[in-house]
């Protein structure tokens, strides 16, 4: 199927969720809107009640376990119950569509998912979800009409449409968007205010376009100068001005009603090798982990985080298999789920990068995250076999029906939580236009470029 495939879609397709391929932009476009309406609860994280029957969590600390999943509400548990297994199955997964709207006809679609427009794929395999980079990307006017597209082909459930837009060094729709400094410049200006305000201003430009979820802020302590993947994407060195800025970035993120990623999970800071060509291993001992790494994931829940993106990255002394963490059962679901008590979504990093398809193959490589922890699939490889694969893993009872429910209630309550669980909220372009590059958000990112240079 790959032969078929055109080398500019394989260039867009390597530029994966974790940030690799450096920047991220085009040319600057047209200014774009005003946010619809303000979700139900901004600030909340979201939380769902363990559907019955759900697995004994495994525990990894002498501690009991917490609940993996909170109180579900009558909404969310009305739209689950209506679902049938192949529809909970897709709402799993988050992949690149091609094209610049719902309805363009393209080889690349046709190649890789078995169907022509961004539109039908959506169809046929009930997405979740859709994430937008450059090659989407022309104008306000486009972007706004290709999310609203995107949300029509699933009438059902709305879609959770994100991106990943750190600014900086990954700035998927730059082109559009205002020029915030990274992270790291960010940082500089040890004010977390400066790192709420930029979140704030960062997701009211992506609400306003149809975006509803960021996968942002970067929270891995940067501690080795060599890292070739995370560098400038991170607030820094010390791991409580991260955790404050991290925290601070979700807290801005909420505040325009957007979700918020915290990644990559159990931290990608100290490693010297890129995780979209090579498998890092991370040597820091179970108390250089507690003081180095999870500081900022522990910030982040704290603040009412939506999801938390899960790192390519074998780290032995938190699980000796050798697997990376976003097949590590003992890292996704015994660290993020029962001792950081995180009830939110967990997300992968792309499933097409080499650290995570190098032992298993990509109908596996989907099957083995969900049974660790992972909640949303993002970009597979291969969407038809990993669908395939997750699919008769439910139906044979290797993935059981509950630990599947757990799941798509938690991507159903990020959806209530952010306001669009009941209806897709309409972009406008017309009121996209205030709000993209506006003056206040040109005039904010040239006081934190000078404070934090």
């Not at 085009?26 to 809107?33: D, L, S």
């Not at 509400?73 to 009305?78: A, E, I, K, M, Y």
């Not at 500089?188 to 205010?193: F, G, I, N, Q, S």
């Not at 049974?371 to 949303?376: E, F, I, P, R, S």
């Amino acid at each position: 199927m790959s032969g078929r495939i055109g080398m500019a879609g394989l260039l867009v397709f390597a530029l994966t969720a974790c940030g690799g391929g450096g920047t991220a932009g085009a040319t600057p476009g047209t200014r774009a809107a005003a946010p619809p309406a303000a979700p139900t609860s901004p600030a909340a994280s979201p939380t769902a009640t363990a559907p019955a029957g759900e697995d004994t969590p495994a525990s990894t600390s002498g501690a009991s376990a917490p609940s993996r999943v909170p109180a579900a509400s009558g909404d969310v548990r009305r739209v689950l119950a209506r679902m049938s297994a192949e529809e909970k199955v897709g709402q799993l997964f988050m992949p690149l569509l091609y094209g610049t709207a719902a309805g363009t006809v393209s080889g690349e679609n046709q190649a890789r998912y078995g169907a022509q427009t961004p539109a039908k794929v959506i169809a046929r395999y009930h997405l979740g979800g859709v994430i937008l980079f450059p090659a989407n990307i022309k104008s306000v006017s486009q972007v706004v009409a290709l999310t609203n597209g995107l949300q029509a082909a699933s009438p059902r459930v709305p879609l959770i449409i994100g991106t990943d837009q750190e600014n900086g060094l990954v700035s998927r729709m730059g082109a559009l968007m205002t020029t915030f400094p990274g992270a790291s410049t960010v940082g500089a200006t040890r004010d977390p205010a400066r790192a709420r305000a930029v979140a704030k201003a960062t997701g009211e430009e992506l609400r306003a376009v149809g975006v509803n979820l960021d996968f942002a802020p970067v929270a891995d302590v940067n501690v080795n100068p060599d890292n070739p993947v995370i560098g400038r994407r991170a607030y820094g060195d010390e791991p409580a001005k991260v955790a404050t800025m991290v925290s601070a970035a979700v807290k801005g993120f909420g505040d325009a009603g957007v979700a918020a990623t915290a990644k990559h999970f159990p931290g990608h800071g100290d490693t010297d090798v890129d995780s979209h060509t090579g498998l890092p291993v991370i040597k820091h001992t179970r108390a250089q982990w507690e003081r180095i790494d999870a500081p900022p994931f522990r910030a982040a829940i704290a603040a009412g985080v939506d999801a938390v993106m899960s790192a390519h990255i074998v780290f032995p002394k938190l699980d000796p298999s050798g697997d990376p963490a976003t097949l590590s059962k003992p890292i996704l679901t015994g660290l993020l789920r029962e001792k950081l008590g995180f009830k939110g979504v967990i997300s992968t990093d792309a499933l097409n990068m080499e650290g995570v398809r190098k032992k298993y193959g990509d109908g596996e490589v989907a099957v083995r995250a969900v049974l660790a922890g992972a909640d949303l699939l993002l970009m597979p490889n291969d969407l038809p076999k990993a669908y395939d694969a997750v699919l008769s893993a439910v139906k044979s009872g290797r993935i059981s029906r509950a630990r599947l429910d757990q799941s798509v209630t938690r991507l159903l309550t990020l959806r209530q939580a952010r306001g669009f669980l009941r209806a897709a909220p309409r972009a406008s372009a017309a009121e996209a236009a205030g709000v993209l590059r506006s003056a206040e958000h040109r005039r904010l990112a040239a006081r934190v470029a000078r404070e934090g240079g």
